[in-house]
T-cell receptor, first 115, second 115 residues
Framework: DAGVIQSPRHEVTEMGQEVTLRCKPI?????LFWYRQTMMRGLELLIYFNNNVPIDDSGMPEDRFSAKMPNASFSTLKIQPSEPRDSAVYFC?????????????FGPGTRLLVL | AQSVTQPDIHITVSEGASLELRCNYS??????LFWYVQSPGQGLQLLLKYFSGDTLVQGIKGFEAEFKRSQSSFNLRKPSVHWSDAAEYFCAVGARSGNNRKLIWGLGTSLAVNP
């Protein structure tokens, strides 16, 4: 299996621009998680989906952030408009919810820099 | 409140020395416990997990962890550290309840290995 795929791996943009991060989970996994990692706040869960339905979006920082999962093999995290404080590494992870104690498998991350 | 504490932000050990990384948690339900490792520029990889049974859990790369309910701890150990173990280590706790799959994460411990 190719593992969790994220694109782009690096993104540099200017403040006010729209940023779209993409994730392809492992085939057959029914949970998908979006995390943000910064030095100051560590690893934060932004939102997660079960069978393409958002279950908990309490970690989404504000209305500038939105996430969608139109099908089982694709999810996006969008920031509009972007701000310098959004600079972070964004991880996508997936898991198989019926496996008991589920391991979350992480993608390589997207390193976002907002100037 | 649910929380995970990794008391050591940074640890330096010599190659070949033993290692123990501490993790303490506060969680209302019977927890599932995880240790993940993150190499520089990489995503997180599962080292080991505990959900029930034997409180001493073996993981990949020669790591083990012991669940101590009375101390609310899940410390990670390795008898002899290799230079390639230099990385960031994260402890996480969760519980399976319905479709809740949210993990609570520690802030991580950065491990440096001296040759």
């Amino acid at each position: 299996d190719a593992g969790v795929i994220q694109s782009p791996r690096h993104e540099v943009t200017e403040m006010g621009q729209e940023v779209t991060l993409r994730c392809k989970p492992i085939s057959g996994h029914d949970y998908l998680f979006w995390y943000r990692q910064t030095m100051m706040r560590g690893l934060e869960l932004l939102i997660y989906f079960n069978n393409n339905v958002p279950i908990d979006d309490s970690g989404m920082p504000e209305d500038r952030f939105s996430a969608k999962m139109p099908n089982a093999s694709f999810s996006t995290l969008k920031i509009q408009p972007s701000e310098p404080r959004d600079s972070a590494v964004y991880f996508c992870a997936s898991s198989f919810g019926m496996a008991g104690v589920e391991t979350q498998y992480f993608g390589p991350g997207t390193r976002l820099l907002v100037l | 409140a649910q929380s995970v504490t990794q008391p050591d932000i940074h640890i330096t050990v010599s190659e070949g020395a033993s290692l123990e990384l501490r993790c303490n948690y506060s969680y209302g339900a019977t927890p599932y416990l995880f240790w993940y490792v993150q190499s520089p520029g990489q995503g997180l990889q599962l080292l080991l997990k505990y959900f029930s049974g034997d409180t001493l859990v073996q993981g990949i790369k020669g790591f083990e962890a012991e669940f101590k309910r009375s101390q609310s701890s899940f410390n990670l150990r390795k008898p002899s550290v290799h230079w390639s173990d230099a990385a960031e280590y994260f402890c996480a706790v969760g519980a399976r309840s319905g479709n809740n799959r949210k993990l609570i994460w520690g802030l991580g411990t950065s491990l440096a290995v001296n040759p």
